[in-house]
């Protein structure tokens, strides 16, 4: 299997967002773009990750959808099971609410709290036990990119992930590479940029797992309606991790479109 014949992912990361009444005016159009004009099932997978509090909403929200939309956690908690952890949500707990989907290694997770790579190995390792699949990020900052320090931050960071991970959990890793420095910047690495460091961590996947061929590596920072074509037609980059984007419905609608269409 060549990078482009992977299945695209499109997943919107809300973040911090959005009020309550404002969410389920997003997901309403959002479905009903659907409606209008379907994204073929087999052509793109689509997930959206609200905050915690709204997963359950969303998830009803979204079982009324004309096809499949995923609802994605956008963090798990390091510790497993159930127990005395004020605050958290484990794995375990994500699961039994039917989700099936999570977020870990953000760089927002890695700067804001402080989540080491011990901290994100532990959360990965969870949630691919909890049988979860893990949209796993990495990236580089500016000054790690012109310091020519890019490719062995990102390596080292899937090197990190792949000490935790046991050869068929790898089938349940999505990577998405998000340069730092294009994190709601509105600057996205070029397509040649992205392509060259997704070949990369291709080329890295490969040496680790025999299903490195076949694992899809999603491109986040920036990624609009605008520049969707294009970066979904460079043949390794299987589908956008979008931020800001995926506030809007119709851009949202119109980046899904953009993989289901140009893979
Ligand atoms: P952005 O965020 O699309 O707003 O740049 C992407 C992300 O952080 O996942």
Redesign the pocket.
């Known amino acids: 299997m060549s990078g482009s014949t992977i299945k695209p992912w499109v997943v919107g990361?809300w973040k911090m967002n959005p009020m309550q009444a404002d969410a389920k005016q997003l997901l309403q159009e959002f479905k009903q773009l659907l409606q209008e004009k379907e994204i073929a099932q087999e052509k793109c997978n689509i997930g959206v990750a609200p905050v915690a509090i709204a997963l359950g909403t969303t998830q009803v929200e979204l079982a009324k959808a004309v096809r499949p939309v995923f609802t994605v956690a956008q963090d798990v908690s390091r510790f497993a099971h159930t127990g005395a952890y004020t605050g958290e949500v484990s794995a375990e707990l994500l699961k039994d609410s039917q989700i099936e989907y999570v977020l870990v290694g953000?760089s927002?997770r890695r700067e804001y709290f402080a989540e080491t790579s011990a901290v994100l190995n532990a959360k990965a390792q969870n949630a691919l036990n909890a049988g979860l699949t893990v949209i796993y990020c990495v990236g580089e900052s500016l000054e790690q990119r012109e310091s020519g320090q890019a490719e062995i931050i990102v390596l080292q960071q899937i090197c990190d992930l792949a000490s935790v991970v046991v050869a068929e959990q790898w089938q349940n890793i999505v990577i998405a590479y998000?340069p730092i420095w294009?994190?709601?910047t509105g600057k996205t690495a070029s397509p040649e940029d992205a392509q060259a460091m997704h070949a990369k961590i291709r080329e890295g996947l490969t040496q680790i797992t025999s299903y490195g061929a076949s694992m899809a590596i999603l491109y986040?920072?920036?990624?609009k309606a605008e520049n969707a074509v294009e970066l979904a037609a460079c043949p390794d980059i299987n589908g956008a991790?979008?931020?800001?984007?995926s506030l809007n419905a119709t851009s949202f609608y119109k980046i899904a479109e953009a993989f289901a269409n140009t893979k």
């Open positions: 990361n953000h927002e998000e294009a994190i709601g986040g920072g920036s990624v991790l979008v931020g800001g984007a």
